[in-house]
């Protein structure tokens, strides 16, 4: 096997500089970690992808080997690319997709919010409570999520979306599911300003929850 000259490395490394990804390792055994900042195309990232808090990365036909993290406050923003493993939006980040790939899970830690139109998640969708006062949105168009979709707070609207498991919301504002089809069960509970539930199939039951009452729309 070949090791790369210290100039081969060093040229890598300023290509990918140059579209805006910088490489990193915290050790000699560390997988790589690229840093994003600006725009780059028709790259590969052979390990994680991080964006910086504040930070603003747009690609284009980018294939991710490892997995994402959007910091606090930052943008990601993703086109025709593949991520191979799970990506991590912290809050006050956001993550947009669009004719993506992500191999595995999407978790939302309050984030700003997370846009995905016609793209797939390998994995399950977690929005979490992390920050009380926080609304991130879940807006999902022509999407396929593989597992479950999970969301405690903030605005859901789905739309064409089909889920491979079950699809829960805790105390979201609202949630709209339109022309849609999830394998499993729905649970909507405590979402104040209303849930409209149009022109979709639901395979399991459809439970909806208000200050306690709790209404079975089918088996």
Do not use: K
Not at 133 to 159: K, N, R
């Amino acid at each position: 096997m070949r090791t790369p000259s210290r100039p081969l490395i060093a040229l890598s490394t300023m290509a990918l500089a140059s579209a805006g990804l910088a490489l990193g390792a915290g050790s000699a055994s560390a997988a790589l970690t690229t840093h994003c900042d600006g725009d780059a195309s028709d790259v590969t990232v052979p390990g994680d992808l991080v964006v910086a808090s504040g930070d603003a990365c747009v690609l284009t036909g980018v294939t991710i080997e490892g997995e994402v993290e959007v910091q606090d406050g930052a943008d990601l923003v993703l086109t025709d690319s593949s991520v191979a493993e799970r990506a991590v939006v912290a809050p006050d980040g956001y993550l947009d997709a669009s004719g993506s790939e992500i191999g595995g899970n999407v978790i939302s830690e309050s984030g700003y919010g997370v846009y995905l139109e016609d793209s797939s998640v390998g994995g399950a969708f977690e929005g979490s409570l992390v920050e009380e006062d926080a609304a991130p949105f879940l807006y999902s168009y022509d999407t396929s999520i593989d597992g479950d979709v999970t969301v405690e707070q903030g605005l859901v609207h789905l739309q064409t979306v089909t889920a491979g498991g079950d699809v829960s919301t805790s105390g979201a504002t609202y949630t709209d599911i339109l022309d849609s089809t999830f394998s499993g069960d729905l649970s909507v509970t405590d979402s104040p300003e209303g849930t409209a539930l149009c022109a979709s199939e639901i395979d399991g039951a459809a439970t909806f929850t208000i200050d306690g009452d709790a209404l079975l729309w089918n088996d």
